[in-house]
C-alpha cells in the first residue's frame, strides 16, 4: 500500500539530484573545456599560462590570508596600558625639578603657559613650557598612545584591506562590500580608522594647544592631515591617472606624526590641554560620531531585513564593532588623561560603566551577521543588538558632557 508513495518519493529526489548534477555541471564545463584544451597544447604555450594561473593563485591566496587573519585582535588590549598607574593627567610634570610647583595636574601645566603668551595672542608650544625647569619630565597622553597604537595594529600588524588590489578589482567586477565574503575585515578597519580621524582633529583643535590663542602643534597638525587621506588608494590610480603614494604610506606617517607629539611632550616641550570645557568638547564629538553610526545601522536594519542573506549587514555590523573597539581604547586613555577632571567632577562611577558597555558590546563576534526583522523570531538581528549597544555609550557620554558643562 505505500508503495506507490516511496516511488514518488524516489523520483522527487532522484529528479531533484539530477537537477543538482546539472547545475553543478553547467557552471564546472568551462573550466572543464579549458582543462581538456590546456592539456592538448605544447609546453610553449603551457609554460606561460601556466605560470599566469600560478601567480593569480598566489596573489588571491595572499588576499584571502589577509582577510581571515586579524593579527593582535585583542578585545582586551586596553589592559596593556595600565592607565590605573598614572597618577597625573596628561602634560603634568612628573619628575624633575619643575614636579614640585605646587598645582596638580595639567592646571600647572596651563598656567605655566598662560603665563607667556606674548601681548598679541601669539605662542608656541616650546614657549607655553618655558618657565618649566630644565630637566623636567612630563606626563605623556595615553589618548595619543592609544591612537598611534590603533593606526600601527591597522598598517603595520595587519594589512590594509581596502586600498589591496584584489579588493579594489573586486569579484568578477562586483564590490567586495556587497557580497557576503571576505569583506569584514576591511570595514573593521575602517571603524577603527573612523575614531582615530575624530580624536586626531580633537588632539589639533582644542587638546594639543592652549585655549585658542596659541598655535597648532606641528606634529599633531601633520598626522591629522595624513590620516584624513583617502582610506582606498593603492600605488596606481585612473583619476588622476598616474603613480601615486598608497594609504597606509600616510597612516603610517600619522602614527610617527602622533609618538613624535609624545615624545615633545614628555620633554615638556609640547602642551596637552586637559581642561573640562575641553573635555566636553571632546565627548560631544564622539557622541556626534556615534550618532551617525547608529543612524547608519538603524536605516539598515528598519528597510533591509534579508536575515543572512543581507551581504551588506556584514559591513554595518564590522564598521560599528571596529569603531567601538577604537573607541574603547581611546576613552580609556582620556579617561587617565583627563583624571583630574573625572575625580574632581565625580565622573568616575558613570566613565567605568561607560568602559564596561563599550567592553560589553566587543563580546558580540558572530560568525554570520543576520539582519533578521527586530519581531522575527527565525534569523537574529545582530544589527538591532549592535545600535543597541552603542545608543547606550552614546547616552552615558551625554550625560557626561551635561555634567560637566553645568
Known sequence: MLDPIVVFFQRVFTAIGRAIGLAVSWL????????????????????????????????????????????????????????????????????????????????????????????????????????????????????????????????????????????KLGLFGMDWDDTPWLDNKASFQRGINQAVRRTSVELVDSLGRVRGTSG??????????????????????????????????????????????????????????????????????????????????????EFHNGGWFDTRADDRFWFAFGQLYGYYGILSAAGADFENVVAQRGLTPIYTETLKQLRSALRIQPLIISNGREDGWIMPTHLATMGFYILRVRSNLVEMRDILAR
Open 216 to 301: 597648532v602643534n606641528n606634529d599633531l597638525q601633520a598626522a591629522r592631515g595624513n590620516i584624513q587621506f583617502d582610506e582606498e588608494t593603492w600605488y596606481f590610480g585612473i583619476n588622476p591617472f598616474g603613480p601615486k603614494t598608497p594609504t597606509p604610506s600616510f597612516y603610517r606617517a600619522a602614527e610617527r606624526d602622533l609618538r613624535k607629539f609624545n615624545v615633545s611632550l614628555g620633554k615638556c616641550e609640547a602642551i596637552f590641554d586637559g581642561r573640562s570645557d575641553n573635555m566636553v568638547e571632546f565627548l560631544d564629538r564622539i557622541a556626534n560620531d556615534l550618532g551617525n553610526t547608529s543612524a547608519i545601522i538603524r536605516e539598515r536594519s
Open 28 to 167: 564546472l564545463w568551462p573550466f572543464v573545456a579549458l582543462g581538456n584544451w590546456y592539456r592538448a597544447r605544447s609546453w610553449i604555450i603551457k609554460g606561460p599560462i601556466g605560470l599566469v594561473l600560478l601567480g593569480l593563485i598566489f596573489f588571491y591566496g595572499y588576499f584571502i590570508w589577509q582577510t581571515q587573519a586579524w593579527t593582535n585582535f585583542d578585545p582586551d588590549y586596553v589592559n596593556r596600558y595600565k592607565l590605573s598607574e598614572r597618577k597625573v593627567p596628561a602634560g603634568s610634570p612628573i619628575s624633575g625639578p619643575g614636579a614640585t610647583t605646587g598645582q596638580s595636574g595639567s592646571a600647572a601645566a596651563t598656567s605655566q603657559a598662560a603665563a607667556v603668551v606674548p601681548s598679541d595672542g601669539s605662542t608656541t608650544e616650546a614657549l607655553d613650557m618655558a618657565q618649566l625647569p630644565a630637566g623636567t619630565v612630563c606626563q605623556t597622553s595615553a589618548t595619543v598612545d592609544v591612537a598611534a597604537d590603533l593606526i600601527d595594529l591597522n598598517v603595520n600588524q595587519n594589512a590594509w584591506i581596502s586600498s589591496m588590489l584584489a579588493y
